[in-house]
């Protein structure tokens, strides 16, 4: 079946750090991958996507690229804000109605 | 009002009661979602409806009952619920249920079961 993994947080950064987190799936056919963000007391924001092999999803300085070969989609941002502190789902669909999502990686932004 | 609407945002319920959470899309979306969130575990799906017909049904207790009347509104009917029942109730909605789709999600209503 199809699974995501992506790096237990929490992660602790100060502003202007180089934020990455890790994603790798398992998946049958051809899945899509997506990055959703969950701000404190709300619902999942949809932060980027990318359907094929070699795109690559990019959204307020957040970047991401489809790795067929290391089945990955790891998240980065050159510099992060203290805004920018939130829980960061990984997420693949394939071939079925349902998003299998990673446990969620806690990111803390420090001034 | 825009995107994915939930209401109530907060609910407490004892296990006797009977309450229906509710959402709405304001996307002319055909596929809508209701998925479960807990403390400490992966999203959960529990029901994907597609043009008004349920599509998926997760396995879900039958103690929770969906309802689509139309394509922009989706309920979660509650009775008889669990203590472990409490969580946040994620809705979504979708252009259709193909891979390529995005899921728009709601802000979620936080159920607490007493």
């Known amino acids: 079946g199809n699974s995501v993994t992506q790096m237990e947080g929490p992660v602790t950064l100060s502003e202007e750090a180089f934020l990455t987190i890790n994603c790798t799936y398992t998946?049958?056919?051809?899945?899509?991958l997506f990055w959703y963000v969950q701000y404190p007391g709300e619902g999942l924001q949809l932060l980027l996507k990318a359907t094929k092999a070699d795109d690559k999803g990019s959204n307020k300085g957040f970047e991401a690229t489809y790795r067929k070969e290391t089945t990955s989609f790891h998240l980065e941002k050159g510099s992060v804000q203290v805004s920018d502190s939130a829980v960061y789902f990984c997420?693949?669909?394939?071939?079925?109605?349902?998003?299998?999502f990673g446990a969620g990686t806690t990111v803390t932004v420090r001034a | 009002e825009t995107g994915v609407t939930q209401t109530p945002r907060h609910l407490v319920m004892g296990m006797t009661n009977k309450k229906s959470l509710k959402c709405e899309q304001h996307?002319?979306?055909?596929?809508m979602y209701w998925y479960k969130q807990s403390a400490k575990k992966p999203l959960e799906l529990m029901f994907v409806y597609s043009l008004e017909e349920r599509v998926e049904n997760n396995s879900v207790p039958s103690r929770f009952s969906p309802e689509c009347p139309n394509s922009s509104h989706l309920f979660l009917h509650l009775h008889t619920l669990q203590p472990e029942d409490s969580a946040l109730y994620l809705c979504a909605s979708s252009q259709n249920t193909q891979v390529v789709e995005t899921q728009y999600f709601g802000p979620g209503t936080r159920l607490l079961v007493l």
């Open positions: 996307l002319g979306h055909n596929a």
């Open positions: 997420a693949l669909r394939s071939n079925d109605y349902k998003l299998s």
């Open positions: 998946a049958t056919g051809y899945p899509s």
